[in-house]
């Protein structure tokens, strides 16, 4: 249980990680569109090929992405398998009801690529930006919908405390785990049913530790005087700089890019 | 034979990661049937992991753990048996209550023991009877009860497995001062009515002086001392270079004894400090 790394942020100085968090979010939002426009090879290459030039540049290990990689991977064959036999047109290889078309292949190569290209991408996000950043960064981002009496404000503290809580819960589950078995509670053998019984002598501990938390939390913040976001001044002040315009440029760039691919190679499918 | 028996114990915490840390370093030590035992050192100083090493909570990195002379290890699928036989009580063991009523709770040892019903209601009655929770508080909520009155409870939900040792961490911590002494006296009345072991981990000098036999001194995942508690507090100079101190009363004692006046050394108890002054001053005249 101590071994869980959650909120994954890798710190390291890169140029990916100095970027502002919101050119970050917006770009990875303008991606994911991206990906799904990516109509033939060429521009599916060039598509991935911007993926694994961030993924280089954020100076985090390639080990790290390809543990990301490894919790999508059966989802990744699935959908590859089941695209691949699912394909129209003339079958090129047939086996009872089974048969392998050339846009199944065609599919199946860019439903896999444009996962694995998602997840690393979306990996790139939160290995290079800490948690706070990122809700801060959203904070900013849906400041808009306030118009709609969306209030964005206790939004962003919400997941804010939230992210803060993980660890700490995840702490607090692991004693009382011990706490209980400690009183002989069985918590690795038996049914699946005795086993989510065995779970009620955790979970009701944790769930009125999580509620007793979040009232002395609550207190400690009014103590202080906060009352929402209105009026509120912020100790870090989020600044667009130039590598930020830069990597905007680069966006944009790249969304030509596929787009220009898309239109000068419509033959190679 | 000793009841336990530990020989070069030792525990790494994420070995061959960067975060590598040993917590209990080559650590070999003997416990006595019916020993009363306390376990002092920082925070840190690894002994939270040693205990929970002891139940069997915590696998070794390497070394042994014999209970009545039996690796606790050499059948890992009954690892439950252990810890029915070596009562744990974590620190704030109060927020591991779940139960609708105290009784259920202080039941719920017992009954993973697999225990008739009989045996069970006798062992949640005698075990209540321990910490001074009477049929009135047994009817209720858990989590009706004071602070002071849940730890109780939960405490005797480890005692009502009949533990041959018990071993609690840090039992008295954030209790006022007539809690502690309430708790501890309850503990001392377990230990001299049943006559198990019991083990005490404790930031208390003065908790550890006042109820033990014997002291075991953890500093950094070593174990520095374990002898008499007389002789361990004889040892000032010794704890306070480890950043730990002796009893105050035992301390007060010292700097009379080094003004020249013959008092025992390693006194431990404020009352026998007051013994041992009146009968000095008696001999003296001057009482």
Not at chain 1, 137 to 151: D, S, Y
Not at chain 2, 8 to 23: Q, R
Not at chain 2, 228 to 243: A, K
Request: hydrophobic share 45%; net charge neutral.
């Amino acid at each position: 249980m101590r071994d869980i790394t959650l909120g994954q942020y890798f710190p390291a100085d890169s140029v990916i990680h100095r970027l502002d968090p919101r050119v970050k979010i917006l770009s990875l939002i303008a991606y994911i569109a991206l990906i799904f426009c990516t109509f033939n090879f060429a521009s599916l290459a060039f598509a991935a090929a911007f993926v694994l030039t961030v993924v280089l540049l954020s100076k985090v290990p390639v080990r790290m992405y390809l543990k990301s990689l490894k919790v999508i991977i059966v989802i990744v064959i699935i959908t590859s398998l089941l695209n691949l036999f699912y394909g129209t047109g003339e079958p090129i290889w047939q086996w009872g009801f089974i048969k392998v078309t050339w846009a199944g292949i065609h599919n199946a190569v860019f439903v896999c690529v444009r996962i694995v290209c998602l997840i690393l991408l979306s990996s790139a996000l939160t290995f290079t930006t800490s948690p706070t950043d990122l809700t801060d960064a959203l904070e900013r981002l849906m400041k808009p919908l306030t118009v709609f009496h969306i209030k964005v404000h206790e939004i962003a503290m919400m997941m804010t405390i939230a992210l803060r809580f993980v660890p700490t819960l995840l702490e607090e589950t692991d004693k009382i785990m011990s706490a209980q078995k400690a009183r002989g509670a069985d918590m690795e053998s038996g049914s699946i049913i005795q086993r989510i019984k065995a779970l009620v002598p955790v979970l009701i501990p944790l769930f009125v530790s999580a509620f007793r938390r979040a009232y002395e939390l609550a207190i400690a913040m009014e103590c202080r005087c906060y009352q929402g976001g209105e009026g509120r001044t912020r100790m870090k002040q989020l600044h667009l700089s130039k590598s930020d315009y830069l990597s905007m440029i680069v966006t944009l760039l790249v969304i030509a890019g596929v787009v220009l691919f898309n239109v000068l190679f419509p033959h190679l499918i | 034979m000793s009841i336990l028996s530990v020989k070069n114990l030792s525990c790494v915490y994420s070995k061959g990661t960067p975060f590598e840390h040993t917590a209990v370093d080559n650590i070999s030590f003997d416990v006595e049937r019916g020993d009363f035992i306390g376990i002092i050192g920082h925070t840190g100083s690894g002994k939270s992991t040693l205990v929970q090493m002891l139940n069997g909570l915590l696998k070794p990195s390497s070394g042994t753990i014999a209970l009545d002379g039996i690796n606790i290890w050499d059948k890992p699928k009954e690892i439950r048996k252990i810890r029915f036989k070596v009562g744990l009580v974590f620190q704030y063991p109060e927020y591991q209550l779940f139960e609708e009523t105290v009784e259920k709770d202080i039941a719920f040892g017992p009954t993973n023991m697999g225990l008739s019903e009989k045996e069970i209601h006798e062992r949640v009655l005698s075990a209540a009877k321990f910490v001074d929770l009477n049929s009135e508080f047994l009817e209720k909520s858990p989590f009706d009860l004071s602070g002071g009155e849940k730890r109780r409870a939960a405490i005797a939900g480890v005692i009502a497995m009949d533990p041959d040792i018990l071993i609690l961490d840090e039992p008295c911590a954030g209790l006022d001062p007539l809690g502690r002494d309430i708790l501890l006296s309850q503990i001392y009345r377990y230990h001299q009515q049943r006559g198990n072991t019991v083990l005490l981990v404790s930031h208390s000098m003065e908790d550890v002086a006042s109820v033990c036999d014997k002291v075991m001194v953890m500093n950094h995942s070593h174990l520095e001392l374990y002898d008499t508690t007389h002789n361990v507090f004889s040892e000032g100079d010794r704890l306070n270079s480890i950043g730990l101190r002796i009893p105050q009363i035992t301390s007060v004692i010292d700097s009379l004894i080094a003004a020249g006046i013959p008092l025992k050394k390693g006194t431990l108890t404020v009352e026998q400090a007051v013994e041992d002054i009146t009968e000095y001053l008696k001999r003296e005249g001057r009482l």
